[in-house]
């Protein structure tokens, strides 16, 4: 059996890492869902919820991958008990990633097909109902969809099939970098406009009377639910990286800079969208349609929009590109370690398959627009997204924690032991309590909850 390969560096493990997490989950979802819920208070209860949830759970996955030097589709079995049936999970992690590229993949698409237009000048000087027009032009057409789509898997796989360190290391650290740089870029503008100084009073001073409106309950589930999914642990693609690594840094210190980073692009996004919105009067709560109605309105109406616009919508396709690039990544570790294929013939195959497998998503904009699982106006992409974002995540995030915390798993004392090897911030033992029951007690709620949102 050939050498496993191994990350080149630290930088590019973090990077890597972090461009896993960071992805339409931070840029997309997280201004919406604060605008949604009032702005400053919700984000600094996000905030609080990252560290209490997203720090352990990430740590525990980031441990089962580097005590097992296997992904996903081997870890568990490699660690568990003998006997046990822990590993049963393997496959479905594996098929959950690619459950999100067959969605992810099509929203990457319409987001460099945005990049190309706006670089083209199709949003200078289009009315609103232009921006309409053009979005749902573009949903039905199932071709103009597919041809995008077909692009961001090539570009993504090819960057896999290069090999790891390579490709998907050094190519990600490009994106990671450039992403930062145009994140800076466009925060500089958005603070330069009129008028937007209301868009971070919003952004960053707590509104109580506005909170107490929305109210607490539903606040506090929005926060807990967006730090839980924002980072994208659950199905293995974070204990990918985990097992390239080595130990001379603990896991505890490494998550907390990769959550780190995470946030920053988070807060950022909304200091790039907020004192826009405020400054052109555009609601701030707007859900999806913000990224690709609300924002080439505003875009339109800036002096230099044209700029402003392509560079918006590369760094969204490089936000998404990290994502699609570190899925592929675990998804071909996983044909590779435990079917023994090569790389080259691993991606392949992949490619056929995700092509075929991205295309019912489009469909369910146009052709297949008559399945409406969730009733009136739902549709394939939420079916898909529901399976991964409300049963895969959380369902995976609670096996991880308990796999770490019980006997008849990998045991608290090895994991905490994984967790702690090399420099940086440690666990304490004394947290033994809160991660093998409040922790599982958390995610099984976030679970329910939304099982119960979406079907009830």
């Known amino acids: ?179 930062l740089c145009i994140m800076l870029l466009l925060t500089i503008h958005s603070l330069t406009l009129p008028g937007c100084a209301e868009g971070l009073k919003f952004y960053l001073i707590p509104n109580i009377a506005a909170m107490k409106e929305i109210g607490i309950s539903t606040i506090l589930y929005e926060a807990l639910g967006q730090a839980f999914f924002t980072l994208s642990i659950g199905i293995g693609s974070m204990a990918i990286f985990g097992s390239y690594i080595d130990d001379k840094q603990s896991l505890g210190g490494e998550s907390a800079r990769i959550i780190a980073l995470d946030t920053f692009v988070a807060i950022t996004s909304g200091l790039i969208i907020f004192p826009a919105c405020f400054s052109y009067d555009v609601p701030v709560g707007q859900g999806p349609s913000l990224l690709f109605i609300t924002l080439p309105n505003i875009f339109s109406q800036m002096a230099g929009g044209r700029i402003w616009s392509a560079l918006f919508f590369l760094f969204m396709s490089f936000a998404a590109l990290s994502t699609i690039i570190a899925v592929c990544e675990n998804i071909i570790s996983y044909w590779i370690d435990v079917r023994g294929w090569s790389r080259k013939k691993a991606c392949i195959v992949n490619t056929v398959l995700l092509i075929v497998l991205s295309l019912p998503c489009i469909l369910g904009f146009n052709v297949l627009s008559s399945f409406q699982p969730f009733g009136a106006g739902s549709n394939v992409l939420d079916l898909e997204d529901f399976l991964v974002s409300n049963l895969l995540l959380p369902f995976g995030s609670l096996l991880f924690v308990l796999f770490c915390t019980r006997k008849s798993g990998w045991g608290f004392e090895n994991s905490l032991k994984e967790i702690n090897k090399g420099k940086g911030l440690k666990f304490s033992s004394k947290l033994r309590f809160y991660i093998s029951y409040i922790i599982p007690i958390i995610v099984l709620f976030i679970m329910l909850k939304g099982i119960w949102d979406k079907l009830f």
């Open 1 to 179: 059996m050939s050498k496993r390969e191994t990350l080149g560096s630290r930088l590019g493990f973090i990077l890597l890492s972090a461009g896993c997490a960071i992805g339409l989950g931070n840029v997309w979802r997280f201004p919406y869902i604060t605008g949604k819920n009032g702005g400053a208070g919700f984000v600094l209860i996000y905030l609080l919820f990252l560290v209490l949830l997203g720090l352990p759970v990430m740590a525990m996955e980031f441990a089962i991958g580097r005590g097992s030097k296997q992904n996903i589709g081997l870890s568990l079995k490699t660690l568990e008990k003998e006997g046990s049936k822990w590993h049963y999970y393997g496959p479905f992690a594996v098929i959950g990633n690619y459950i999100l590229l067959m969605f992810y993949t099509t929203i990457a698409g319409w987001i460099l097909y945005y990049f190309f237009s706006a670089a083209a000048g199709s949003f200078s000087n289009i009315t609103t109902e232009g921006v309409n027009t053009f979005f749902s032009t573009l949903v039905a057409n199932p071709v103009k969809q597919t041809i995008w789509m077909v692009i961001v898997i090539l570009i993504s796989m090819g960057v896999v099939a290069i090999g790891l360190e390579n490709g998907v290391e050094k190519i990600t650290k490009v994106i990671m970098l450039a992403l």
